[in-house]
Structures are given as C-alpha cells and as structure tokens.
C-alpha cells in the first residue's frame, strides 16, 4: 500500500463526510444577520421615503386648490339648488296654566359632599340640597290626571369656622 | 478582484455582513477540518463552525491582527468543540458504533467495512496529528499554512504528517491487503 493509496482514501472519506456540512455557516450567518439587516434597511428606506411623499401630496393639493380658484373666475355664476321658502306660520300652542287647586308635595335631603378650599384657601365643605317638588292636579274640562315633577339642586359652601 | 483578508474584516467590522459573509465562504473549510479533527463527528463540527463563525461576528472586535482571521477562528472553533466534549463526557458515546446509510449488500458492506477502519485509523491519531491530516487533506493547505493555524512550525507539521501517513498505513495495510 502506497502512501499515495492512503492519502486518497484519507482525502475521499473527509470530503464525504464534510462537504454536506459546507455552506451551513454562511446560511445560518444570512438567517439570523442579513436577512434581518434587509429587513431593517427596507423599513427605514420606506421609513425615510414617507416625508418626501407627504410633501409631494400637500404641494399636489396645494396646485389643485390654486388652479380650482384660478379657473373658477372663467365659470358660470352657480345657480341655486332649490328656492327657499318663507317659513309657514303654526297656530300657538296653548299652554295649559296650572290650576288653583292643586296638591303639591317636596322631598329634600341634605348630602354632605366632602372638604373643599374656598378662593382665600380656607377650608370648607360643600353641602348638596336635592330637592323635588310635585304638582297633581286634574283637568276640569277633560277630567284627566296631571303631574308635574320639579327637581332641583343646591349647593352651600360652609367655611369651616362657621361649622 | 478578490478583496485580501484584513479588508474583509475591517468592512466587516463596520457591521458589512456581506463582507463577513464572504469570510465565512473563505474559511468554512478550514474551520470544518479543524472541527472534525476534535469532534471526530461530521454533524458537530459543522454546528460547531456555525455557531463559531456567529461568536466571532459578534466578537470581532477583539480580533487583534486581521490577517490572523482563520487562526482566531480557529481558535475559537477548538474551544467550542473542547466545551462540547466536556458537555457530553457524563453520557459517553461509543465511538466505534457507525450507523449504517442503508441495509447493505454484499459490495456495500465492503465499502462500509473500508470506510468504518479508515475512521478508526484517522481517529486513532493524537488530536494534532489529526488537525494537521484533516486541513492537509480536506483543505489541501500547504505546511506553511497549517503551521500558522496552528501555532507551531511547518517542519513540525510536516515531521506529524509523515508519522501520521506512516500510522495510518500500517493500520490500514492488513485491512486493505486482505480486500
């Protein structure tokens, strides 16, 4: 066996096992560098190029506008869609008054609504007074059932030395 | 034309993946040769080289002299295959187990058996004579190149060549006398 035999055998048996390995480095380095890199330069391109179109859009809408108002000194005077029309009168409406003889109920209560500064910075506390007031009554020409719920709220601001 | 070594890292340096890219292309082989020669496995050493060519993208910043690209790598090739071994020593593998590609005939089982005592005699070697066959042989370097890669003269790799031919010759020769 010379060493001639040997070196071949040597040098078959390496490339058969390592030639599949090659190029796995280089496509493992492309997936996870370049590829994102791409990526990245792709989207800032694009990032870079949205100013620029902007510009050249507002001054696209900027000629349209001028050449609209320019060309609109050689058109027709516009002619209205639809004459309007006077408003047509309606008959007032009668306002039933409340009668005199009428029931009439209120319900108050007194929330204390918390600490509160005034404008000089003394300390307060606002008080809420909710009120509701209700008026029955009946209508003598129709014989029906009227009611008239008021509701009201107030407000007190008691500073604190006069509590 | 070709750009040399140092230009390709110094545009790699400035985060050119291409040029690293390029590199890669360039030293591929080596850093398989160097693998396999550790690992004794083909599958290994190319996850090895991949994930050593990832380190040294990251890494290339500490590369001191950029002609030295392949030695560096090298480098850092042997220490992720030594790191592998360490990792793998509490479930020992037997390394004279070679799955077989396919069921084989009677040609075919010849040609296994050839190649089964061919891998035996390549890792009967000492890890630097083994460095010094598969880069000679897989990569076709001269001496002088292995003696760079490697930290140690070329009349040192040519003395480990010659002994390891001789080596391998007298493991294979019964072998392959008889076939």
Redesign the interface.
């Known amino acids: ?1 010379r ?1 001639h ?3 071949e ?3 078959e ?6 030639d ?7 496509q ?3 997936h ?3 590829d994102p ?1 791409d990526r990245h330069l792709v989207r800032a391109q694009t990032a870079s190029l949205r100013p620029k179109n902007l510009v050249l859009i507002g001054v696209a809408m900027l000629v349209c506008v001028v050449a609209g108002m320019y060309l609109s000194r050689f058109m027709p005077a516009a002619k209205p869609v639809a004459e309007v029309k006077p408003p047509v009168e309606i008959a007032p409406v009668e306002i039933v008054a409340i009668p005199s003889d009428y029931e009439h109920a209120h319900l108050q209560h007194m929330i204390d609504a918390g600490p509160v500064r005034t404008s000089d910075n003394a300390p307060a506390r606002i008080i809420r007074q909710e009120q509701l007031d209700r008026y029955n009554w009946v209508d003598p020409q129709t014989g029906g059932t009227f009611t008239y719920l008021l509701p009201s709220t107030n407000e007190y601001v008691i500073e604190a030395h006069r509590q | 034309m070709e750009l040399s070594v140092e230009e390709l890292v110094s545009r790699a340096r400035l985060h050119d ?2 040029a ?2 390029e590199l ?2 360039r030293f ?2 080596v ?3 160097v693998a ?1 020669a550790q690992t004794r496995n ?2 290994d ?2 996850d090895i ?2 994930e ?3 380190r040294a ?1 990251q890494r290339l910043d500490s590369l001191d002299d950029p002609s030295r690209f392949a030695h560096w790598v090298s480098r850092m090739v042997r220490n992720l295959a030594i790191d592998l071994r360490r990792r793998r020593k509490a479930l020992p593998l037997d390394d004279s187990f070679d799955p077989p590609d396919s069921m084989p005939g009677a040609s075919s089982m010849e040609i296994a058996e ?2 089964k005592q ?2 035996r005699a ?1 890792r009967s070697l000492d890890e630097l004579s083994r460095e010094c ?2 880069l000679r ?2 990569e076709n370097l001269a001496s002088k190149e292995i003696a760079d890669l490697l930290g140690i003269t070329a009349a040192a790799v040519d003395m480990r060549l010659s002994r390891a ?1 001789n080596q ?2 007298d493991r ?2 019964p072998f ?2 008889e076939v």
């Open positions: 066996m060493n035999d040997i070196e055998l040597i040098r048996d390496l490339v058969e096992k390592l599949p390995q090659k190029g796995r480095a280089k493992h380095f492309t996870q560098v370049i890199m | 993946a291409d690293f890219a890669i292309q591929e082989g850093a398989l040769a396999y083909a599958a050493a190319g080289v991949q050593a060519f990832m993208w050839q190649k061919i891998d390549i066959v598969t042989y897989y031919r391998l010759k294979l020769k392959f006398e």
